[in-house]
């Protein structure tokens, strides 16, 4: 199970615009069997989705740990996640741990996967490495998995128009 990349995934999600069924299937882009599978009823699933995590990162990124720990327990709670082993050719023993929810459901699947992602996370390295984008103007949630605890962006783009805002900044402000 890629922990970090199930992580990532829940930042993705929570980021992403998703409107219809293509939106959610671009979102899915890497994942085509379960671009494959994606209906109205997981569209309105992942929106809620959104709505559920979003309060969850604002928690962890405003540095109170408790109530985003609290607000992912109470998702845990609400949405139970069912682990199991699947064939996996590349895994040492040919099997891999996967996890799923109630229902073959893409919205269900995609809901247990970020959920034990961001617990595992929470749990191994600390709420701290949840955020949000610290370009004034954006609101991206992110996950920071980097080795040195540094992200403070969403994106490389983002960063550079904070850069770049305080050079000319420094370079207005007479000396």
């Known amino acids: 199970m890629d922990v970090a990349g199930h992580a990532e995934q829940a930042a993705r999600l929570v980021n992403a615009t998703v409107l219809d069924v293509d939106?959610?299937?671009a979102v899915l882009s890497e994942r085509p069997a379960l671009a494959a599978r994606v209906t109205d009823r997981d569209c309105m699933l992942v929106r809620r989705l959104?709505?559920?995590l979003d309060p969850f990162?604002?928690?962890a990124a405003e540095g109170r740990d408790a109530a985003a720990v609290e607000a992912l327990d109470a998702l845990l709670a609400a949405h139970p996640v069912t682990?199991?082993?699947t064939p996996d050719p590349h895994a040492p023993s040919?099997?891999?741990?996967?996890?799923g929810g109630r229902s073959d459901a893409v919205a269900e699947q995609l809901l247990a996967e970020s959920l034990v992602g961001l617990a595992t996370l929470?749990?191994?390295?600390?709420?701290?490495?949840?955020?949000?984008?610290g370009e004034p103007r954006c609101s991206q949630v992110w996950v920071d998995t980097s080795s040195n605890r540094s992200r403070r962006y969403c994106s490389g783009r983002c960063a550079s128009r904070v850069h770049v805002a305080a050079h000319r900044a420094r370079r207005r402000?007479?000396?």
């Open 23 to 25: 939106d959610l299937v």
């Open 50 to 52: 959104q709505r559920d």
């Open 57 to 59: 990162f604002r928690a």
């Open 83 to 85: 682990p199991r082993l």
């Open 94 to 99: 040919g099997l891999r741990l996967a996890v």
């Open 122 to 133: 929470v749990a191994d390295l600390g709420a701290a490495r949840l955020g949000v984008c």
């Open 173 to 175: 402000t007479p000396a």
